[in-house]
Every structure is written in C-alpha cells, then in structure tokens.
T-cell receptor, first 109, second 114 residues
Framework: KNEVEQSPQNLTAQEGEFITINCSYS?????LHWLQQHPGGGIVSLFM???GKKKHGRLIATINIQEKHSSLHITASHPRDSAVYIC???????????FGPGTRLSVLP | ETGVTQSPTHLIKTRGQQVTLRCSSQ?????VSWYQQALGQGPQFIFQ???????GRGNFPPRFSGLQFPNYSSELNVNALELDDSALYLC?????????????FGPGTRLLVL
C-alpha cells in the first residue's frame, strides 16, 4: 500500500523555537509538496521538491530520495506559523497527489 | 491576477439530495483538481480536469462527477448525498497537469449533509 506518513501529529512550540516536521513515504515519487493549511481551510503551497533542499524566508525543506523522507524546518517560529502542515506526494506512476495526514502546529507567544 | 475562488463557502444539504460546487481557476491555468477533506484528515483526490477532459480519477464512486468549461472554471457534482459526504471540498488549479507544477488551492466549500 502506498502511504504518506507525517510526524509528529501535533506539535506545540514556544515563539522563537526551531521546528522540524517530518514526512516519509513508501515508494518512488516524482515530486513532493509541502502545504500549509490555516483554520477555515485555505491551503497554500510552500515548496515543491524533487531533490535536495529549498529555502524561503524562515522555511527550509529538504528531501532524501534514497531514504524516502522529507523534512520541513521553521526557524525562529512565530504564532502566525500556527497551522496544519501537509506533505503531499505524486508517485512515479500516478497523476494525482496523495496527502499525508498533516501535522498540527501551535506556536505560543 | 486573481486567485482560485470557490462557491459557495458553506452549504447544508440533506441525505439523498444533489449538490453542485463551483471553482474558478487562477488566470491562465487549464488544469483543475478536486479534493475531499474530511474533518481531521488530509485531502483525498477526487479527479482532475485538463482542457475540459477528465485526466485522472481517485477512488470515488460515479455519483461524484465533474465538468470543466472552456474558460477552465469547473464544477463538482455529487448525487444522492450521503452523511459521509460531509467534508471540505477543495479545488486547486495549475498551469499544466505535471507532477512538478505548483497547485494553487481555493478556500474550499464546507458541505454538511444532514
């Protein structure tokens, strides 16, 4: 069964902390996306990765194709980072996204 | 450049009814994907439309159907609504139906089936 798993499921941090959210998947993929979903439903695409590392502001995403693992890091976290972070992959033979269950992040002031 | 919009924002229906949800894709995007997100879960792929043709479908029954119009806006139709159809329905548009294309999500339509 092709699966996407995320850890942790829930995460509470103090403002300023460095945060890591992990995503692992079971078979080869053509692309991995990190998404941010705020309360109310709106989803924003943060990164698309097929190899290596990407950085945007305080966000860093890495992927290790051999280990089938990706991480999303948030430096100097802020309460406005509070959201659900979702990892979504496209399998090598598939067209559609398969989404992980999400990690709910709460950053306290 | 306008983003992805969806209507309505909220909807309440009863079991057995039919519903139509609408999505306007981002300007210039000819690919629309629809997702169902149950409470507390990640989105599930329903289907994708590319240039008015269905271009892939997830594990959803035939009572979930769709359309894409020449202006690339899209509809999701659900017949014979069931209680389990209660969810947030998201549409996302992209320039092309390629794995590396960024998908731009709309705000969603929250459907409650009673």
């Amino acid at each position: 069964k092709n699966e996407v798993e995320q850890s942790p499921q829930n995460l509470t941090a103090q403002e300023g902390e460095f945060i890591t959210i992990n995503c692992s998947y079971s078979v080869g993929i053509s692309a991995l996306h990190w998404l941010q979903q705020h309360p109310g439903g709106g989803i924003v695409s943060l990164f698309m990765l097929s190899s290596g590392k990407k950085k945007h502001g305080r966000l860093i995403a890495t992927i290790n194709i051999q280990e089938k693992h990706s991480s999303l890091h948030i430096t100097a976290s802020h309460p406005r980072d509070s959201a659900v972070y979702i990892c979504a992959v496209r399998w090598n033979y598939g067209q559609n996204f398969v989404f992980g269950p999400g990690t709910r992040l709460s950053v306290l002031p | 450049e306008t983003g992805v919009t969806q209507s309505p924002t909220h909807l309440i229906k009863t079991r057995g009814q039919q519903v139509t949800l609408r999505c306007s894709s981002q300007s210039g995007h000819n690919t629309v994907s629809w997702y169902q997100q149950a409470l507390g879960q990640g989105p599930q792929f329903i289907f994708q439309y590319y240039r008015e043709e269905e271009n892939g479908r997830g594990n959803f029954p035939p009572r979930f159907s769709g359309l894409q119009f020449p202006n690339y806006s899209s509809e999701l139709n659900v017949n014979a609504l069931e209680l389990d159809d209660s969810a947030l329905y998201l549409c996302a548009s992209s320039l092309l139906p390629l794995p590396q294309e960024t998908q731009y999500f709309g705000p969603g339509t929250r459907l409650l089936v009673l």
